[in-house]
């Protein structure tokens, strides 16, 4: 009779572990800014680091040497972001599953980046209706990537749900 009493007890408690095991997003207190202030991850939960992505030609009429070829920052922030999609679901997970991300933005010389444009990328893929988990994000400027064209480079973490 106990050791059933016990195990009801323990099968009445998994639904409440469970719950306390998922991801926690903390937004931004009193903004409706797209990012998450922090993420909380629960042990036992894989970390899934993929690598820097920039972005695919843009125009493939372009000469490939050229500004042209890649398009501007929203371009190639949408860019980027379906790469990292296409190598999210390849791995079993989702833009929902990412809870970190590192953002790479060139300033082209005597011009500051254009976060704008980078920002208008960004939320067509967090922060949506059908995708509303938000990562924790850093944006870094910088003077150039490997390739002078390139304007945008993201790398993410996902956790596996």
Do not use: C
Not at 31 to 42: G, H, K, L, N
Not at 62 to 78: C, R
Not at 108 to 134: C, I, K, R, V
Request: hydrophobic content about 50%; proline content about 8%; aromatic content about 8%.
């Amino acid at each position: 009779m106990k050791k059933s009493f016990a195990l009801a007890a323990a099968l009445a408690l998994l639904p409440m572990f469970a719950q306390a095991q998922d991801v926690i997003r903390h937004k931004l207190p009193d903004s409706d800014f797209p990012i998450a202030r922090a993420v909380e991850i629960p042990a036992g939960k894989t970390t899934v680091y993929l690598s820097g992505a920039v972005p695919s030609v843009a125009d493939a009429a372009a000469d490939p040497a050229t500004p042209e070829a890649w398009g501007d920052t929203k371009t190639q922030t949408v860019s980027v972001l379906n790469g990292i999609d296409a190598s999210l679901k390849d791995l079993g997970l989702t833009m929902g599953d990412v809870v970190k991300m590192q953002v790479f933005l060139v300033a082209p010389e005597g011009a500051p980046a254009d976060f704008a444009g980078f920002m208008e990328g960004y939320t067509q893929f967090f922060g949506t209706a059908e995708q509303p988990n938000l990562p924790a994000r850093s944006a870094m400027i910088v003077d150039q990537l490997v390739n002078p064209n390139w304007l945008v480079e993201i790398e993410v973490t996902a956790v596996r749900p």
